[in-house]
C-alpha cells in the first residue's frame, strides 16, 4: 500500500474504483444467471466460470484502487480490456453480417456498444495522472 492516506482520493481514481466495483457486480450477477439458468445440458452454462473469473477480478480490481493498493490502476485498466475487446469483436462482427430484420439484433448491438464504451471509460480513468499519483503508478 502506498502512502496516499496523507492524500486525498482524486475523483478520476474514485470514479474508477467506483465503475470496477459495478463492472464487476453486474458481471458476476450475469456469470451467475449464466450458471443457474443454461446449465439445460448443453455445456453453455459453463461459459459462466470465466465470466465469474472476470467479475470477481473487476470487483477485487475497483476496491484495490479505491483503497489507494501501489499498481491497482494498471491492474484494472488490463482486466478492463477483456470486456472491451471481446464486444469492440462482436460490434465488427455484427456491423459485417448482422441480421437487421430480427428484433433482439438492435439490443445486443446497444449492449455491446455500452459495454465498450464503459471499458473505454474504465481503461481512461485508470490511466489518468492523478488517479497514477494517487496509486504510486509514477
Do not use: H
Amino acid at each position: 500500500m502506498n502512502d496516499s492516506s496523507r492524500m486525498p482520493r482524486p475523483a478520476a481514481a474514485t470514479g474508477a474504483g467506483a465503475l470496477g466495483i459495478a463492472a464487476g457486480a453486474v458481471t458476476a450477477g450475469f456469470a451467475v444467471l449464466l450458471l443457474l439458468l443454461l446449465t439445460d445440458g448443453n455445456g453453455f452454462g459453463l461459459f459462466g466460470l470465466p465470466v465469474l473469473a472476470l467479475g470477481v477480478g473487476l470487483l477485487r480490481g475497483g476496491g484495490r484502487v479505491l483503497a489507494g493498493r501501489t499498481d491497482a490502476g494498471d491492474r484494472l485498466s488490463r482486466l478492463a480490456l477483456i470486456p472491451a475487446t471481446v464486444s469492440g469483436l462482436a460490434i465488427g462482427g455484427m456491423a459485417a453480417g448482422a441480421d437487421w430484420d430480427r428484433d433482439g439484433t438492435l439490443t445486443q448491438l446497444a449492449g455491446f456498444l455500452i459495454t465498450f464504451l464503459l471499458s473505454a471509460v474504465l481503461i481512461t480513468l485508470c490511466g489518468r495522472p492523478e488517479t497514477k499519483t494517487y496509486l504510486g503508478e509514477y
